[in-house]
């Protein structure tokens, strides 16, 4: 089956893979939130991060965009190693991520947070801003039509001159997925996406992952709605007070019983 | 919004290229040089807070350098005040430059605390460092700025100067704002973690919109000290501080050209304030102006958070958005607007009035 040749693959072609980490740790004082965790997503790939709440996923998804510092460990993005990186740079190697708790821009309108997202794939500075040279001015437009290719894609267009906290919640998750889309990442993070959304919703979201991942985009999902994990990711990582209790694909982490144990049986809903 | 701007500021420049044959008055039109150099102040901190999103109060240091560089460059050293100008600006770009990097690790409360520190440093060398700056006792004999033989001697050219200048800061700020780094300004102020994470420089850029503050507020200070010609340090303190603040949050929290209505307002209301309350109050002195300011930093912050005039204008746009958001709503609801893929060219055609 191909479960274990999947399982060999990832011991022996790490090099392949375009995230790659290795060995991560994080301390709060005196918690430790990451320990020892190593995983690694390959392009194309869906990969699934899941665990109880606290486990430390949302600790890993601010360890891989700089967000934090590593307090041990090693993050390798494309083959190069990343984790001494600013987030923004980070973001310009092409990792964008969605949030948990949801940041968007309450004081811009839709296209603009959308627009923001094109930051690192255009140039101009604040002297041909300021003087509004026509380079200024073409790229504006050029960032204009790429942020509404964005807003077409997760079907926000009519709304694009709204100011951004007038959207409903669902909405405003679409937008992040859409800004972070502008960003032409290699990588996306997406971190409960799902949280919060109608059952149909949640049905269109993951359609959109498909559609992004078609794109050639690699995903990094965390989750909590199984339905939609168990569903769409090749691979699963299970966290458990910051350390890995299971990998594997969908079907090997429903059966197993550590899992079963530390997660399932834990969320009794 | 390019074609509302240029409407904006022809009228502007309309309003202000009458208003001295308005006011025809000296003490008028000195009134309205003062505003127009407290409008470069106010442009200023509007990017920095208004946009940005970080707090300064210590503005009215960046305005004692360039006041006193071009004094010290001018009187002592016989510069030619063009180029001591020049060489104010630069130096105090240098000088929010340098301390930039340490200020913008602060956040909030702590970043307010410490621009606070420095405006209280600036002066306090102001008064102390007497070799240079005079002390106490003042600097004295600035020149006034000629240009090509063309003296501006007369309140009513200087007034021009000033304006010309102030308009000129104006432009280069609307442009800033309605830029890719006006938009990644916005973006800080938003969320800055998601700022970052979109591949903005949240550093480079609050400390490259403090250092354009910053010469905004050199300029307006070397514009001073040629005005007046002499230069104590009173003037750069504190107090000015919270004005330029007040100027900020009435008119310019989320607007440039209302922080020019802000110098207006709060240096109309400093003027009248000044006059009025020793008459009503016998003894009362310079101390009830920052009380009142004081007032009205807090009852504004409290109710209209985004500032006075915009926040006045937001109150009446949500009230009419909230009207058609209703009706949108509901056709929505019907054509299930999250899953359908309305047609791009409906926003394209947005971009002619953006
Ligand atoms: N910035 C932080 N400072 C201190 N502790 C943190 C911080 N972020 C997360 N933690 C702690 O790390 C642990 C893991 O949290 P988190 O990564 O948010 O879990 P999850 O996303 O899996 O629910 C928790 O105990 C949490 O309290
Ligand atoms: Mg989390």
């Given at each position: 089956m191909a479960v274990s040749t999947t399982d060999m693959d990832r011991e022996t072609e790490a090099g392949s893979a375009l995230l790659d980490a290795r060995s991560l740790r994080k301390d709060f004082g005196g918690i430790v939130a990451v320990d020892s965790f190593s995983f690694s997503v390959r392009p194309g790939q869906i990969v699934a991060i899941i665990g109880p709440n606290g486990a430390g996923k949302t600790t890993v998804f601010n360890l891989v965009t700089g967000v934090h510092p590593l307090t041990a460990g090693e993050i390798h993005f494309g083959g190069q190693r990343i984790d001494a990186l600013k987030p923004y740079q980070i973001a310009e190697k092409g990792i964008s991520r969605t949030f948990q708790n949801l940041q968007i821009f309450g004081n811009m309108t839709v296209v603009e947070n959308v627009m923001v997202g094109r930051h690192s794939r255009s140039k101009v500075g604040i002297l041909s801003g300021a003087l509004s040279l026509p380079s200024s001015r073409s790229e504006e437009k050029r960032i204009y039509y790429a942020a509404m290719e964005m807003l077409d894609m997760v079907g926000l267009v009519s709304r694009a001159k709204q100011p951004a906290s007038a959207l409903p919640f669902g909405s405003q998750r679409l937008l992040e997925l859409a800004r972070a889309l502008a960003n032409e990442p290699k990588l996306l993070l997406l971190d409960?996406?799902?949280?919060?959304?109608a059952s149909q919703e949640t049905r269109n979201l993951e359609r959109l992952i498909y559609r992004i991942r078609d794109g050639g985009v690699s995903i990094l999902l965390v989750e909590h709605d199984m339905e939609l994990v168990m569903g769409i990711a090749d691979w699963v990582f299970v966290l458990d007070y910051g350390k890995l209790i299971a990998a594997g694909t969908p079907r090997d982490i429903q059966a197993n019983e550590k899992v079963i144990a530390a997660y399932l049986g834990d969320e009794t809903d | 919004m390019r074609h509302q701007n240029r409407i904006i500021l022809s009228a502007l420049f309309v309003v202000i290229g009458v208003l001295p044959f308005v006011f025809t008055s000296s003490y008028h039109i000195s009134v309205m040089i003062f505003i127009g150099i407290h409008a470069m102040l106010a442009i200023g901190l509007c990017l920095l807070?208004?946009?940005?999103g970080q707090v300064s109060l210590g503005h009215a240091a960046f305005f004692g350098l360039g006041a006193y560089a071009s004094g010290i460059l001018t009187a002592s050293y016989h510069v030619d005040p063009w180029l001591a100008m020049g060489l104010a600006a630069i130096f105090t770009g240098l000088v929010a430059f340098i301390i930039g990097k340490p200020l913008f690790r602060l956040k909030g409360n702590n970043l307010a605390m410490g621009t606070l520190g420095f405006g209280i440093i600036v002066y306090i060398m102001l008064v102390e460092m007497t070799d240079l700056t005079g002390g106490p006792s003042g600097l004295r004999g600035v020149p006034s700025l000629s240009i090509f033989g063309f003296t501006f001697d007369k309140d009513i050219k200087y007034f021009y100067l000033v304006w010309a200048l102030a308009l000129l800061f104006l432009i280069l700020s609307l442009n800033i704002v309605n830029s890719r780094v006006g938009r990644a300004l916005r973006s800080i102020h938003g969320s800055e973690i998601a700022a970052e994470m979109l591949g903005v420089d949240t550093n480079k850029y609050k400390i490259q919109i403090l250092i354009v503050s910053a010469v905004y507020a050199s300029v307006a200070g070397s514009l001073y000290a040629h005005y007046v010609t002499f230069l104590s340090p009173p003037p750069f303190g504190f107090k000015l501080s919270i004005e330029v603040l007040v100027m900020v949050v009435i008119g310019g929290l989320s607007s440039v050209y209302g922080a020019i209505f802000g110098a207006a307002a709060t240096t109309l209301l400093s003027e009248t304030l000044r006059g009025t309350v020793p008459k009503l109050l016998s003894g009362a002195g310079g101390e009830y102006e920052i009380v009142v300011f004081g007032v009205i930093l807090m009852v504004v912050m409290i109710f209209m958070p985004t500032g006075l005039t915009s926040g006045t204008l937001n109150l009446v746009r949500r009230w009419r958005q909230e009207k058609a958001l209703r009706v949108e709503t509901r056709e929505a609801e019907d054509g299930n607007a999250v899953t359908g893929v309305p047609r791009v060219p409906e926003g394209r055609t947005a971009i002619e009035d953006n």
């Open positions: 409960e996406p799902a949280a919060g959304l | 807070m208004g946009y940005a």
